[in-house]
Nanobody, 119 residues
């Protein structure tokens, strides 16, 4: 069973930075499209950023120019560098690994790491 373990969340002041990490078990990390989602209290889980197996990145408009997603296939880890944090970035952040062809399609999720932006 593939496991995803997030880390790096915490309390930060507005304008500050955090770097989230997501370590993935198993041998197929380089074949996964990796994403970060967040879920604010009382709201649905939403996509924040995605990096394809080939390294192509996409961001939701609200985090463009502030967040950077990256991956290190040798460490089987995906990162989310978050700069210029705002109160509205407060949420639980979840890592997602999407397995696709030629393997069976499947989504793996981590347990989440909480980010609180507050003064």
């Amino acid at each position: 069973q593939v496991q995803l373990v997030e880390s790096g969340g915490g309390l930060v002041q507005p304008g500050g930075s955090l770097r989230l990490s997501c370590a993935v078990s198993g041998s197929l990390f380089s074949t996964y499209d990796m994403s970060w989602y967040h879920q604010a209290p009382g709201k649905q889980r939403e996509l924040v950023a995605r990096i394809s197996r080939g390294g192509i990145t996409n961001y939701v408009d609200s985090v463009k120019d502030r967040f950077t997603i990256s991956r290190d296939n040798s460490k089987k880890t995906v990162y989310l560098q978050m700069n210029s944090l705002k109160a509205e970035d407060t949420a639980v952040y979840y890592c997602n690994a999407k397995q696709s062809a030629p393997w069976p399609s499947y989504d793996y999720w981590g347990q989440g790491t909480a980010v609180t932006v507050s003064s």
